[in-house]
């Protein structure tokens, strides 16, 4: 095992510079755009923001009973079964059939091919409960339907979320599922955590409305405030078009009026319906609604086919340029209500990077004198073989540019020790083998192949551990395991590649020595 041939010492070589020089990236500073790439610190290494949000799942249940009255409605009017009386009351929908339907209702929602309530085949439950009261019928949500809403609202707000933040520009967020109806969201060097928490506030709701007076509208009327909280307006609940129908916003400068507005351009069908309200509804008002709110109510002067638009309401351009974010990455599917704040500030996180970093100075110190006591040359390898092991690690997570936390420094700090414990497992077992063999190289050998079976099986058992902790854990968790799960694939690689290398060199020149070790 101590031999080794020119293109295996040149392979070891090649590797080792290469991520040596990819580590000390974070050093200094390089031209090449491959040596460009630096490991990100975490939240709580260079601060940030952590804040965990909860998804009032109310509003979404409403509206999704809302449709399905709709939907209910339609389908049996397909059926030329008359529904009649159906209304909502307290999450539940209640409507009225003749006797002789009551059976085809009942096999229509009982029909695991329904196509009016959806079944899932692994749960043995239908999304909906029918059930026959004194006078009607009552459809609620069963316990799965439930749980597969929020599942999905859930789902819908990550993305949505995710791209508010994307659009920011914040670095390496960490954006978590917390059971059926959480989300925690890291995001380590945030500046502006105000705003943040402005924008994921809002559900960005927009619509586009009739202003009308007639209180006998066929679609349903409500009063709406406008922004300044205090003037409002009569509006039909008819939605001429919605957010899901635009392609695109952005802020602008209206140069006739000197003032900042929102730009927007509509999708083929939104800009069909766009077109068909504003040529029909020249001179009226069209408010333009956002969360329940008219940032304004425009006159109507022409038909506006283009497919295109602006939003004004007296924006600041940072005020817009939020609002045009908001509509492009799409309407939150319920509110986010902020549960859990905490913000970490550069300094708290310089402080932990600087404990961090001593913590390990420390005892990278320590190990390389004991083992420089205990073993001698050896010693003295194995300490280089820590260093080199140590820019490997640093290598690897740069050339991904993985995310270092204060518990992904502790990792590095236990590979440490991993890769001492197996070079001190190799020189016990070499002293081992040189009480009967006089063989210098023979006996180095045999130590290398014989502790090889020990080395391996630790090294494997704590990898388990780190995938586990990688799948099951989240955030800080996550950062220890990488660091730790990386570490020992440079440790076996430093030990069993680069010390034995050297340690064969050296055994070569003096395989006559009395004591080597």
């Given at each position: 095992m101590l031999?080794f041939?020119?293109?295996?010492?040149?392979?070891?070589?090649?590797?080792?510079?290469?991520?040596?020089?990819?580590a000390?990236?974070?050093?200094?500073?390089?031209?090449?755009?491959?040596?460009?790439?630096?490991?990100?610190?975490?939240?709580?290494?260079?601060g940030?923001?952590?804040?965990?949000?909860?998804i009032?799942?109310g509003?979404?249940?409403?509206?999704?009973?809302?449709?399905?009255?709709?939907?209910i409605?339609?389908y049996?009017k397909?059926k030329?079964?008359?529904?009649?009386?159906?209304?909502?009351d307290n999450?539940?929908?209640?409507?009225?059939?003749?006797?002789?339907?009551?059976?085809i209702i009942?096999?229509?929602?009982?029909?695991?091919?329904?196509?009016?309530?959806?079944?899932?085949p692994?749960?043995?439950?239908h999304?909906?409960i029918?059930?026959?009261?004194?006078?009607n019928?009552?459809?609620?949500?069963?316990?799965?339907?439930l749980i597969?809403?929020?599942?999905?609202?859930?789902?819908?707000?990550?993305e949505?979320?995710?791209?508010?933040?994307?659009?920011?520009?914040?670095n390496?967020?960490?954006?978590?599922?917390?059971?059926?109806?959480?989300?925690?969201?890291?995001?380590?060097?945030?500046?502006?955590?105000?705003?943040?928490?402005?924008l994921?506030?809002?559900?960005?709701?927009?619509?586009?409305?009739?202003?009308?007076k007639?209180?006998?509208?066929?679609?349903?009327?409500?009063?709406?405030?406008?922004?300044?909280?205090?003037?409002?307006?009569?509006?039909?609940?008819r939605?001429?078009?919605s957010?899901?129908n635009?392609?695109?916003a952005?802020?602008?400068?209206?140069?006739?009026n000197?003032e900042?507005?929102?730009s927007f351009s509509?999708d083929?069908?939104?800009?069909?319906?766009?077109g068909?309200?504003?040529s029909?509804?020249?001179?009226?008002?069209?408010?333009?609604?956002?969360d329940?709110r008219?940032?304004?109510?425009?006159?109507?002067?022409?038909t506006?086919?283009?497919?295109?638009?602006?939003?004004s309401?007296?924006?600041?351009?940072?005020?817009?340029t939020?609002?045009?974010?908001?509509?492009?990455?799409?309407?939150?599917p319920a509110?986010?209500?902020?549960?859990?704040?905490?913000?970490?500030g550069?300094?708290?996180?310089?402080?932990?990077?600087?404990?961090?970093m001593?913590a390990?100075?420390i005892?990278?110190?320590l190990?390389?004198?004991f083992?420089?006591?205990?073993?001698?040359?050896?010693?003295?390898?194995?300490?280089?073989?820590?260093?080199?092991?140590l820019?490997?690690?640093?290598?690897?997570?740069?050339?991904?540019?993985?995310?270092?936390?204060l518990?992904?420094?502790?990792?590095?700090?236990?590979?440490?020790?991993?890769?001492?414990d197996?070079?001190?497992?190799?020189?016990?077992?070499i002293?081992?083998?040189?009480k009967?063999?006089?063989?210098?190289?023979i006996?180095?050998?045999s130590?290398?192949?014989?502790?090889?079976?020990?080395?391996?099986?630790?090294?494997?058992t704590?990898?388990?551990?780190a995938?586990?902790?990688?799948?099951?854990?989240?955030?800080?968790?996550?950062?220890?395991?990488?660091?730790?799960?990386v570490?020992?694939?440079?440790t076996?690689?430093?030990?069993y590649?680069?010390?034995?290398?050297?340690t064969?060199?050296?055994?070569t020149?003096?395989?006559?020595?009395?004591?080597l070790?």
């Amino acid at each position: 095992m101590l031999y080794f041939s020119k293109l295996r010492i040149f392979f070891i070589v090649i590797f080792s510079t290469i991520f040596v020089l990819i580590a000390s990236s974070n050093l200094f500073k390089f031209d090449d755009d491959f040596f460009k790439k630096k490991i990100n610190l975490g939240l709580d290494l260079q601060g940030g923001s952590y804040l965990l949000l909860e998804i009032d799942n109310g509003p979404v249940i409403e509206q999704k009973l809302q449709n399905l009255t709709t939907t209910i409605r339609n389908y049996f009017k397909d059926k030329n079964i008359k529904v009649t009386n159906i209304k909502i009351d307290n999450q539940n929908i209640f409507f009225d059939v003749s006797d002789q339907n009551k059976q085809i209702i009942f096999d229509t929602f009982n029909d695991e091919n329904s196509e009016l309530n959806p079944y899932y085949p692994r749960f043995k439950s239908h999304q909906l409960i029918l059930e026959e009261t004194k006078n009607n019928f009552k459809v609620y949500f069963s316990k799965q339907g439930l749980i597969a809403l929020k599942t999905s609202s859930q789902d819908q707000a990550i993305e949505i979320v995710r791209r508010r933040i994307d659009e920011i520009g914040t670095n390496e967020p960490n954006i978590l599922k917390r059971g059926n109806n959480r989300i925690l969201v890291e995001l380590p060097g945030l500046d502006d955590p105000m705003r943040i928490k402005s924008l994921l506030g809002k559900t960005a709701n927009l619509t586009f409305r009739f202003v009308t007076k007639n209180e006998n509208d066929t679609f349903g009327v409500e009063k709406l405030k406008y922004e300044n909280g205090i003037d409002e307006s009569t509006v039909s609940k008819r939605i001429i078009i919605s957010g899901d129908n635009l392609l695109d916003a952005q802020p602008r400068m209206d140069s006739q009026n000197n003032e900042t507005i929102v730009s927007f351009s509509l999708d083929r069908v939104g800009a069909k319906r766009f077109g068909k309200a504003t040529s029909t509804g020249i001179g009226k008002q069209l408010a333009i609604v956002l969360d329940g709110r008219i940032i304004s109510a425009p006159v109507i002067r022409d038909t506006i086919a283009s497919g295109s638009g602006q939003i004004s309401g007296g924006f600041t351009f940072q005020s817009a340029t939020d609002l045009a974010l908001l509509l492009r990455s799409g309407a939150l599917p319920a509110p986010l209500n902020i549960i859990e704040e905490r913000t970490v500030g550069p300094d708290l996180g310089q402080d932990s990077i600087d404990a961090g970093m001593i913590a390990l100075a420390i005892g990278f110190i320590l190990v390389i004198i004991f083992m420089f006591i205990k073993y001698k040359i050896f010693g003295l390898i194995t300490n280089i073989t820590l260093i080199i092991n140590l820019f490997l690690l640093l290598g690897i997570l740069t050339l991904f540019e993985a995310t270092l936390t204060l518990p992904g420094i502790a990792g590095i700090i236990l590979t440490v020790g991993m890769a001492v414990d197996a070079n001190v497992l190799i020189f016990e077992r070499i002293k081992e083998e040189l009480k009967n063999e006089n063989n210098n190289i023979i006996a180095f050998d045999s130590g290398y192949t014989k502790s090889r079976t020990a080395i391996i099986d630790a090294n494997i058992t704590t990898l388990l551990a780190a995938i586990i902790l990688f799948f099951m854990g989240s955030g800080p968790v996550k950062g220890f395991s990488v660091t730790l799960g990386v570490g020992i694939f440079t440790t076996l690689f430093s030990v069993y590649f680069i010390a034995r290398l050297i340690t064969g060199i050296y055994v070569t020149k003096n395989k006559y020595k009395d004591k080597l070790i």
